[in-house]
């Protein structure tokens, strides 16, 4: 069965929450609706834009951290790890603009390292570090349907995230980039259940 990589380059970033008053702020030239790596930033953003950059960042970063891990398995299919591949380019991607943007915003990374923080927008969306290292030990069929199941979990905090900020955000480049990841999360789920029987 051949799969059908359409992958679209996302944009945004998850790992803490931003600060501020919650009023506009000013900064650089309007994103272009299409971010491309080194895409610049928008003129209008609000905390909830920040928030989503900074929660996506660490969101993505260890989507790369899963998939990485199927490359290591040998005994895994060819279109699991093609699929794998496509996601950490594309998650790698989106990391370097959101990067990019919240520099050019003069923004952290990271935001408040309080859980509480991260409750209006459900949780920081990370998977636990120690379900990651359980997987790392697993190998054969065991492996692929772990790594399946906290993959599209994964993904689908990934897509609440990107919910909230089509609901809160106010900088258009930033809602783009929100409504791409909800539909490349969305494929990708697909795919990977597509791939992996009983997923």
């Known amino acids: 069965m051949k799969l059908a990589l359409v992958l679209v380059a996302g944009l945004v970033a998850l790992a803490g929450c931003g600060a501020g008053d919650g009023s506009p702020t000013t900064a650089g030239a309007p994103l272009s609706p299409v971010p491309a790596s080194g895409a610049p930033a928008s003129a209008e953003y609000n905390d909830a834009d920040v928030m989503f950059l900074q929660m996506m960042l ?3 970063d260890q989507g790369v951290e899963i998939v990485k891990l199927v490359k290591t398995k040998q005994a ?3 279109e699991l790890k093609d699929l794998a591949a496509a996601i950490e380019a594309t998650q790698q991607t989106e990391s370097t603009d959101m990067r990019n943007w919240l520099k050019n ?10 859980p509480n923080a991260h409750h209006h927008h459900g949780g920081d969306g990370l998977t636990d570090k120690g379900l990651l290292a359980a997987l790392s030990k697993k190998d054969g069929s065991e492996f692929t349907l772990d790594v399946a199941d906290i993959f599209v979990a994964h993904q689908h905090n990934g897509v609440a995230l990107a919910r909230t900020e089509l609901k809160d955000g106010k900088n258009p480049g930033s809602k783009a980039l929100a409504q791409r990841i909800m539909d490349s999360r969305t494929g990708e789920v697909q795919q990977i259940r597509a791939l992996v029987p009983g997923q």
Do not use: R, V
Not at 105 to 114: A, I, L
């Open 76 to 78: 895994q299919k060819q």
């Open 58 to 60: 660490a969101h993505n």
């Open 105 to 114: 915003w003069g923004k952290p990374e990271t935001g408040s390292m309080d």
